[in-house]
C-alpha cells in the first residue's frame, strides 16, 4: 500500500498544470454498519451522523477520463445503545481517497474508487500494526451546477477486515450529500 501511495504522489507531482483542477469539497452524510459485539455485547446503533471536508485534485487523461485524488478530515458521532444503557461517541479520521473518473455529459461524472483511512485514534495509531489502517470502496457522483459548484453523492463501504471494536466510532458503511466548490485555474481560463 505504502508503494500505491508514493506512486500516486509522484505521478500528481510531475504532471502538466494546464490540466489540473484544485476543488473543496464538503458533505454531510448517514454512516452505518449491522449491530456490532463487544465482549459478547451487542450494541445497537440508534443513528450515526458523518461530516467531510478536504480538498481534491483532479487529473484529465483526455476528455473524458479523469484521475482524482484528495485529503479529508472526517467527523462522525452517534449513539449506541447496549440494554438500558445509551452511549454517545466523536471521531475524526483522515481520509485519502484515490478515484477514476468519467465525464458522463457536461452535467454529470462519476467516479469509482478506493481510499485509505486511520482506523484508530490519532494518540493510538501506529502504521506498522495491522487494523491501523482501513480501507474502503467509494463510488461518487457529481451533478455540474455551474462553472464554480458541484453537487455531490458519496457513498463508501470498508473493505478490510478489523475487529468489531475499531468499527465502533467509524462505522463500515456511509452515503452522503455535498457541495464541490472548484477554485479556477487561471492559467486555464487565459487559453479560453
Do not use: H
Not at 483522515?94 to 455529459?105: D, E, H, S
Amino acid at each position: 500500500m505504502k508503494k500505491l501511495i508514493i506512486t500516486a504522489l509522484l505521478f500528481c507531482a510531475t504532471i502538466s498544470y494546464s490540466q489540473n483542477e484544485f476543488q473543496i469539497e464538503s458533505n454531510l452524510g448517514f454512516l452505518y454498519q449491522k449491530d456490532i459485539s463487544i465482549n459478547n455485547e451487542i450494541l445497537k446503533s440508534t443513528g450515526n451522523f458523518g461530516a467531510r471536508i478536504g480538498a481534491n485534485y483532479l487529473k484529465k487523461f483526455d476528455s473524458n477520463m479523469y484521475f482524482e485524488t484528495g485529503l479529508f478530515l472526517k467527523y462522525t458521532t452517534g449513539t449506541y445503545k447496549i440494554e438500558t444503557v445509551d452511549f454517545n461517541f466523536n471521531s475524526i479520521r483522515l481520509q485519502v481517497p484515490f478515484y477514476v473518473g468519467y465525464q458522463i455529459n457536461d452535467l454529470w461524472r462519476f467516479n469509482l474508487g478506493a481510499s485509505v483511512e486511520n482506523n484508530k485514534d490519532f494518540e493510538d495509531l501506529a502504521f506498522y500494526l495491522n487494523e491501523n489502517l482501513r480501507y474502503d470502496f467509494l463510488v461518487k457522483v457529481a451533478y455540474n451546477y455551474s462553472d464554480l459548484l458541484d453537487f455531490s453523492l458519496y457513498a463508501n463501504t470498508m473493505v478490510s477486515k478489523t475487529k468489531d471494536i475499531n468499527t465502533l466510532t467509524s462505522p463500515r458503511n456511509g452515503v452522503y450529500i455535498g457541495v464541490i466548490f472548484k477554485i479556477p485555474n487561471s492559467k486555464t481560463n487565459k487559453e479560453d
